[in-house]
């Protein structure tokens, strides 16, 4: 039994042993870490605390892994002969899980700050592809340190072969560029509602290597090169402000006093508004306002036009964001034709007469074909 012990334990055993027991360590240390550390950062009201919580539970386990494998094997006789070689594996494995850690940390910091700076940079896919990019280069450049092999030349055969590659990829190279481009512009941004030149219209949903993609009302996917967006005229709906302006033509009798419908259509306004931009925004709103519509900056009532059968005027005012802007001139059209009718303003529909013959006469009222 001691001739066993002493055989095997110090050449199999106990490594084997320190293996499972950094497994255990590495499982309890990352329940430690979701469970106490997740709590206390939860406790307060930054964010970057669940980041790092978050980093940390990612990585925990591997590390811990990783170094009981170091340990386990730099006790073994066969160290001297293993180590060199297996070092640098470890090595590379411990990199490249840094590697996805140190993403995760910059990504979740830069979307952060973008949210709370208002920015949305950091939620296109090409701002996530270039973080990737650059920390795993950097990653992989360490791990062929470790194993002893130069760059150098690798650099020198890519700026051989670079003229080639960016002669085939011209166009690749050139969406990719204009989407940089656009993106640190920051005057196109993820969530805001575009128009282009060639009347596409719609929500920008991701700005990418290649492509730009709008989402529409109808809710399908228009995908635009940014080639073309960058060389495209462009009207951002969101910018400077999200607020926009709407409008409501009307036309009342002509006995009608201007002044009352004046004061009428300045009431719908100021009656039905918001003067928070946030409040509009609920979706459970009071039974008087209407989602969106906004009292300031003021609303703009003109008197436009004497019409063949109506004084013609338009209510103009704020709304909250664009895409409030069909519910909300649906609604105050709705509250505008109530209040008419309870103020006693007529809305006039025209009236032709015509004669036929000198004998028959047919009115015709409005465009209903009424005889």
């Not at 411990?94 to 910091?109: D, E, H, Q, S, Y």
């Not at 009342?252 to 719908?268: F, G, I, K, Q």
């Not at 109530?338 to 465009?367: A, C, H, L, M, S």
């Amino acid at each position: 039994m001691n001739t066993f012990f002493e055989q095997y334990f110090p050449n199999i055993l106990l490594p084997t042993s320190i293996v499972v027991a950094a497994v255990f360590v590495g499982i309890v240390l990352r329940w430690a870490i979701r469970s106490l550390l997740g709590r206390l950062a939860d406790r307060t009201p930054s964010e970057y605390d669940d980041i790092f919580v978050a980093v940390l539970v990612r990585i925990s386990l591997p590390l811990v892994v990783i170094a009981g494998l170091f340990m386990a094997l730099d006790i073994t006789p066969y160290a001297p002969v293993v180590m060199p070689y297996i070092r640098p594996v470890l090595l590379a494995v411990v990199v490249l899980v840094l590697a996805r850690a140190t993403v995760m940390l910059l990504t979740g910091i830069i979307k952060m700050r973008a949210t709370m700076s208002g920015s949305t940079m950091a939620f296109t896919s090409l701002t996530r592809k270039i973080v990737q990019i650059v920390i795993y280069v950097i990653g992989v450049i360490t791990v062929l340190s470790f194993f002893g092999i130069s760059i150098t030349p690798m650099i020198t055969a890519l700026g051989v072969g670079g003229l080639a590659v960016a002669l085939a990829l011209q166009d690749t190279l050139s969406n990719m560029f204009a989407g940089i481009y656009i993106t640190l512009a920051n005057q196109i941004r993820v969530g805001d509602y575009i128009k282009l030149e060639s009347n596409i219209e719609g929500f920008v949903v991701d700005i990418g290597w290649r492509n730009t993609s709008i989402k529409p009302f109808d809710e399908n996917l228009v995908i635009i090169p940014n080639n073309k967006l960058s060389q495209s005229t462009i009207t951002n709906y969101f910018l400077p402000v999200p607020l926009v302006r709407a409008r409501v033509d009307v036309g009342v009798d002509y006995r009608s006093d201007p002044e009352h419908v004046e004061r009428v259509l300045y009431s719908v306004i100021r009656d039905y508004g918001h003067d928070d931009p946030v409040e509009a925004e609920q979706e459970n709103q009071p039974t008087d306002k209407i989602r969106g519509l906004l009292r300031v900056p003021e609303p703009v009532v003109r008197f436009t036009m004497f019409a063949d059968s109506s004084l013609n005027f338009f209510v103009s005012f704020s709304v909250n964001s664009f895409e409030n802007q069909g519910i909300a001139r649906h609604a105050v059209m709705k509250r505008v034709f109530y209040r008419f009718r309870e103020e006693g303003i007529n809305i006039p529909f025209p009236i032709r007469t015509v004669q036929i013959d000198n004998e028959q006469v047919i009115r015709i009222v409005g465009k209903s074909g009424e005889e």
